[in-house]
């Protein structure tokens, strides 16, 4: 939460600017004040996104799908205008922390609480779904905990149930061959971009009652396919869950949608909550009164920033690629790409099993017959951030710290494209690396994603020298494969340090966190990652763009079109 700034907006439709409660990679949340001196959340996309038709025609379902929704449960829609040269979205603005703050900051729920909030949510979910709407994207940091219960929030990627979305001409993405949502709260037809029904929300709802109990959903993996791949085959863990709720939250996360009870069969099950005073533990408390706290400094003129308790917002993107601002490239494509703040991955990775984990390093070296490698980089996925002082949710990309554009394409341009991982043999032979032939710690080539990673050896004591790894997404256009390659990048390199002057690829950091080599480039280009670690002293950084960049050239280019 902080001042807007000299050069931001003082008003947004009839609305007074008060500050900023929240800014991402596509837009941002304004604190606002009405005519009346009503408060209200004002949800504004960035302008170079409201140039973008898919954008602007998604930000409009937006609009229509939250004027659709009472007040009760969500935040209400005071007033819209999705075809200003800047379109902008004016909610009710709802005080308190989300779900997912609150357990961050002050731990898991106790069942008295989750008991409230199962009613709540259930109560929220009859009130969307009877307006005819399904949330698709329920988790902890769309859930506010307010003082009179709970609001759902961000109907940004809401659809119409199957028979209206054909009435209205709504092809829906799912069509597409695009999963959009957040991975560890997905019912197990949506990660597999299967057709939804409400029973979708509901399996959300489950999840979530099991991370207000142990912290996390039941389902979170170390990577995002692994995750996907347990919401729609394995049987979660409840032993956390109280008996007296654990049988209701086995029903919400059946496989099957049409085992699970409806929002009204929720509420029967769970009973009548009891009234209290205080709907939630002390710390919403505590939040709430440092959040009104910063709101008043905010309009009295002082100082706001980090007086609301709330998750660390990314940094905004600089400006897009012309590949990321792009529209579609096929009619296979004909509504929006995917967000970055949104989990996005071709449907057909989604039945599929994680590529299989790398053995931690071994203490001693691996011998000739069987070699270890190292363990590869763990993985940091993008994810929507609560605005927990708004009654909207902002959509955010990836932080981009670190990251930053070496070669710039021109208007128009296409992006590097890549068919394949090389195997190791073949892209050895072009790496400058000397030591025993390189170990083929693993390859993996599936419609979505290709991956390699090699190892190289000191000849006699067998130590390790480099690894060299290459990842490519594929299975969609050109430009829609380099965007989702551009996301996990930016998200990556946030937590290094910038790799300037290169003077190849679309952007490079060096990894600094939990490295097991001396130094570590990244490196992007188009739809491609090279990631190389060395395990040297003098020159490493030298010889790491030396090798990343022959590793770029290593990868097969797709063929001209």
């Not at 017959?369 to 990836?398: E, K």
Request: charged fraction near 25%; include cysteine.
């Amino acid at each position: 939460m902080k001042h807007v700034g000299p050069d931001g907006p003082t008003h947004v439709g009839p609305f007074k600017v008060a500050g900023v409660l929240g800014q991402g990679g596509m837009g941002r949340v304004l604190l606002c004040a009405g005519p009346d001196g009503r408060l209200v959340a004002v949800k504004q996309v960035l302008a170079h996104f409201a140039d973008d038709a898919g954008f602007r025609a998604r930000f409009r379902r937006e609009v229509a799908a939250s004027r659709k929704v009472s007040g009760a449960y969500t935040a209400a829609v005071m007033d819209a205008d999705p075809d200003a040269p800047t379109p902008w979205l004016a909610s009710v603005f709802v005080a308190g922390p989300s779900l997912g703050a609150v357990v961050k900051a002050d731990g898991v729920l106790d069942e008295a609480a989750v008991h409230r909030l199962a009613a709540g949510l259930a109560s929220a979910l009859a009130e969307i779904h009877r307006a005819g709407l399904i949330h698709r994207d329920l988790k902890p940091d769309n859930v506010l905990l307010t003082e009179d219960g709970v609001r759902v929030i961000d109907l940004g990627i809401a659809r119409v149930t199957e028979g209206e979305a054909e009435a209205e001409g709504d092809t829906g993405l799912t069509r597409t061959g695009w999963v959009i949502g957040s991975p560890s709260f997905m019912s197990p037809e949506q990660a597999e971009s299967k057709p939804l029904t409400p029973a979708s929300d509901v399996f959300s709802l489950g999840s979530m009652l099991v991370m207000a109990f142990t912290g996390s959903s039941p389902f979170a993996g170390a990577s995002t396919l692994r995750t996907l791949y347990d919401v729609v085959h394995s049987t979660p863990d409840l032993s956390a869950v109280p008996v007296g709720l654990r049988g209701i939250v086995e029903r919400c996360l059946a496989k099957d949608p049409a085992a699970r009870p409806t929002p009204a069969e929720l509420l029967e099950l769970l009973g009548p909550v009891a009234p209290a005073g205080r709907q939630w533990p002390a710390a919403v408390d505590r939040m709430l009164a440092d959040q009104r706290a910063a709101i008043d400094r905010l309009l009295s003129g002082g100082a706001a920033v980090g007086a609301v308790p709330q998750e660390s917002l990314p940094e905004p993107e600089p400006e897009p690629e012309p590949e990321a601002a792009a529209g579609p490239e096929s009619e296979s494509e004909s509504e929006v790409a995917p967000a970055p703040d949104e989990v996005v991955e071709r449907a057909a990775e989604r039945a599929e099993p994680a590529p299989p984990a790398v053995p931690p390093r071994p203490t001693s070296p691996p011998t000739e017959s069987s070699p270890t490698p190292p363990p590869a980089p763990p993985r940091r996925r993008s994810r929507t951030v609560a605005l927990v002082a708004a009654g909207v949710l902002v959509a955010t990309g990836a932080g981009v710290g670190a990251y930053t554009t070496l070669d710039r394409k021109t208007e128009g341009a296409d992006p590097a494209a890549y068919s394949d991982a090389p195997a190791c043999p073949e892209a050895s032979r072009n790496i400058p690396l000397t030591g025993r032939d390189p170990q083929e710690d693993f390859h993996s080539a599936k419609d979505f994603e290709a991956k390699t990673m090699c190892s190289w050896y000191e000849p006699v004591s067998d130590k390790w020298i480099a690894m060299v790894r290459w990842e490519v997404k594929r299975g969609g256009g050109d430009s829609a494969n380099a965007r989702l390659q551009q996301t996990e990048f930016a998200t990556d390199a946030a937590a290094g340090k910038r790799a300037n002057g290169l003077g190849f690829g679309d952007g490079a950091y060096w990894r600094t966190v939990d490295t097991e080599w001396t130094c570590e480039l990244a490196v992007r280009h188009g739809n491609l990652i090279v990631k190389v670690g060395l395990a040297q002293t003098g020159g490493c950084e030298q010889k790491a763009k030396e090798v990343a960049k022959a590793a770029l050239a290593a990868a097969p280019a797709k063929k001209s079109r």
